[in-house]
């Protein structure tokens, strides 16, 4: 399954591919300029959550791509109205320890722990949007487009 952001019932997958308009709806949405945005997403080690800046853009682009009819203003205040609790991530492997600046700040509340899944099946621990790395794959890295 791919990795998709679930809000009020409705799944958003997390965007590969980047837009010419993706750049400065990030600057929009965050205050940030692409190269900055960047910057934070590709230089966060896996003991740091991500800036929850970067996350609301990850958001924000998935649900533009989602709605591409609507316009950026809608696209503002839609991600603006959203808490953070009622954002789900699907399709990545859950933190190990979970903390209030995870992006939905649950815990399971079970003491079971979760049996190992097949290396091949595993999600990413992080979901990055920089296409698969795969040379050909036709995806775009977010370092790769000009900034706005």
């Not at 934070?40 to 740091?48: C, E, R, V």
């Amino acid at each position: 399954m791919e990795p998709a952001f679930v809000i009020r019932g409705t799944r958003y997958p997390v965007v590969n591919d980047y837009r010419l308009g993706d750049p400065a709806l990030v600057c929009e949405i965050t205050g940030l300029e692409w190269a900055a945005f960047n910057d934070l997403l590709l230089n966060t080690d896996d003991d740091t959550p991500l800036d929850f800046r970067v996350q609301t853009a990850m958001i924000a682009v998935a649900v533009a791509h989602v709605h591409h009819t609507w316009s950026r203003d809608k696209i503002l205040r839609f991600v603006s109205s959203i808490p953070f609790d009622e954002v789900e991530l699907e399709g990545v492997e859950p933190e190990t320890d979970p903390t209030p600046s995870t992006l939905n700040g649950s815990e399971s509340g079970s003491s079971t722990p979760p049996e190992p899944v097949p290396e091949s099946q595993a999600a990413p621990s992080r979901v990055t949007p920089t296409g698969s790395g795969s040379p050909g794959s036709g995806t775009t890295s977010p370092a790769s487009l000009p900034a706005v």
